[in-house]
């Protein structure tokens, strides 16, 4: 919890330093310096840090929410994680597949190659050798 408002404080303070354009609405806003923001802040700061003395159950249920926020937080950047890999180990497979040999070896033809393909299969295939030989079915156990 307190990682998050540090980072929170910086931030705000890096936001209010960098430098602005002149418009004719910030010509309206009163004029702080640095130092007067950073005493402010400061001020904040040691307020907040004497929340959790005034206002226990508040800062209980604030801490619980963290990390209620913190594990979501944790399981979105583990599928975030795992989609990136899966994504990369896909590309690499597809990269891979690409330099492989191809999957027909030329015994058969394939649409486009050679002769035109029939689209059904060939009937009577068995030799006369072939029909000559008597059918036995199975063997039974007895």
Not at 10 to 29: I, M
Not at 43 to 49: H, Y
Not at 92 to 121: C, F, L, Q, R
Request: net charge negative.
């Amino acid at each position: 919890m307190r990682f998050l408002l540090r980072i929170t404080f910086w931030l705000g303070l890096v936001l209010v330093l960098l430098p602005r354009d002149k418009t004719p609405e910030s010509e309206k806003l009163p004029n702080i310096g640095a130092a007067d923001a950073v005493q402010a802040a400061t001020a904040a700061v040691s307020d907040m840090s004497q929340f959790c003395k005034r206002q226990p159950a508040a800062c209980e249920v604030g801490g619980q929410a963290a990390t209620i926020i913190g594990q979501r937080a944790q399981d979105g950047a583990r599928k975030i994680y795992q989609i990136i890999n899966d994504k990369k180990e896909q590309i690499t497979n597809e990269k891979n597949d690409t330099k492989k040999a191809p999957d027909h070896t030329g015994s058969i033809t394939v649409a486009g190659e050679g002769d035109a393909v029939t689209t059904e299969p060939p009937r009577d295939t068995l030799t006369q050798d072939d029909l000559a030989l008597e059918w036995h079915g199975p063997e039974t156990a007895n």
